[in-house]
């Protein structure tokens, strides 16, 4: 039969007839999923905004497909056929037959009629929220954004929870977290993070970063962002970069992996930092193997971990004075007269200042999870029922001032910001804050094995920390949950420790005051 055997990498079921009929189902699902996020590349990066209706009739046609074939009668046939395969749990085999099973059973729950309404909410979604944005004011986008809120907790009903609703969407993203496990982590961050902030907020005058907030033509900046995601070993044969309103990064397969970014001309670090984030998670879905591709182990542990390798290469290698002694050179290449009297340290201070602001992806370390927690909390107010949606705008606006004490001008500055909420109510934000913990909780472990690693930053040479995160992390997909791959990885579960622990650290160096 044509498409038999096709991989041979599975080698354990390589004459198991059930598993490589399902080889073959989940080929045509990862393709058709794959078409579908070109389409989504294709809507946020090139399309002309008259293609909105139709693009939106492709992507409800195709998530329909999806989810027919993803819980069809068959797949759950060869699921039954092949639940008595005695196989290690560590094979890519037993991994592949458990993945596909959590996901068939999980999605088995939801009606197809909610995923095509999904999908249409979604599309509307995003050019309401584009409209808000060009109008500055939310109530554009407050009728879409109530239709989506509605849609999801008709989803979490759908697959059920125990505890809270949110546990259903969280679950389906950081694959065992609960919204309980999560409060007890913003729990722990909260008690050290908000007085961390207050005494820094005594001496922000101590960090100086007008050396950034100088011109910087656009293309230079695409340019050096472009420069600075080669060297950390992004391999552009395999993937591109292109600009969008909200950076993002798809894979289409290990091979055709394409992030974005944007410039702000007046603030380096925007498009800079938004290079090396998402240079991250492309380097992330590069560095999966090709044998996964075409089936389920070809994504990232979880949301979370996808976040630990943006944060990983945004923070803690980008934002380290190592980086940057040795890549100020490359800069005054690039910017000879903004960086005509610029050191390392300089550039380095002024990457790491303080600043209790408004806008989220341009937060620092320090004050980023308050920001977090912040769109956590009203989401999660949302699906207690204490807050309606019409309300979110000014409760953004009370918890910016008492988190971070400042308050938005305007929705631009506050709730219309973020992406997420155009296609998507709940569980959106977590991620990024378990991404900073994992992070911490890698590098810290990479460096107890690898002391010198911030020397060879210095060299220019990242691939001693690439090839442990390679091998630790990228190599093993989707294959484990995200606790059992830390767990691999450090020997340890969740814990916020390394992670404060880092941030007190650098930041009573930098702006020299106890912490
Ligand atoms: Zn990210």
Known sequence: MPGHHTDTHFEYLRDDEAFQELLRHLAEIADLQSTAALLGWDEQVMMPGGGRESRADQKATLQRLIHERRTSERMGELLELLADRELPYDSDEASLIRVTRREYQRLKKVPQALVVELSRAASDGYHCWLKARQDNDFRVFQPALERIYQLHRELADALGYEEHPLDALVDAIEPGLRTADLERIFDALRTELVPMVRTISQHLDRVDDSILRQHFERNKQLLIGRKAVEKIGFDFHRGRQDISVHPFTIALSPADVRYTTRVNEHDFAQCFFACLHEGGHALYAQGIPERFRRTPLRAGASAGFHESQSRLWENLVGRSLQFWEYFLPEMKEVFPTQMKDASAEMIYRAVNKVQPSLIRVEADEVTYNLHIML?????????????????????????????????????????????????????????????????????????????????????????PL????????????????????????????LTTRPYLDYLKTKYSQVYNVEL
Not at 377 to 399: C, G, H, N, P, S
Not at 468 to 480: D, N, P, Q
């Open 466 to 493: 690439l090839s442990w995160i390679r091998e630790k992390i990228h190599a093993h997909g989707a294959k484990f949950t995200p606790e059992e791959l830390l767990l691999k990885a450090t020997g340890e579960r």
């Open 375 to 463: 769109r956590f909390e009203l989401e999660k107010a949302v699906y207690d029922a204490q807050l309606t949606i019409a309300d979110l705008a000014d409760a953004w606006r009370d918890k910016m001032r008492s988190y971070l004490g400042v308050e938005p001008s305007s929705d631009l500055e506050g709730i219309l910001q973020d992406i997420h909420w155009s296609g998507r109510f709940g569980a959106c934000f977590q991620s990024y804050t378990l991404g900073n913990i994992i992070a911490a909780q890698l590098y810290c472990k990479v460096l107890e094995q690898h002391p010198d690693l911030p020397e060879y930053f210095r060299k220019g040479d990242f691939s």
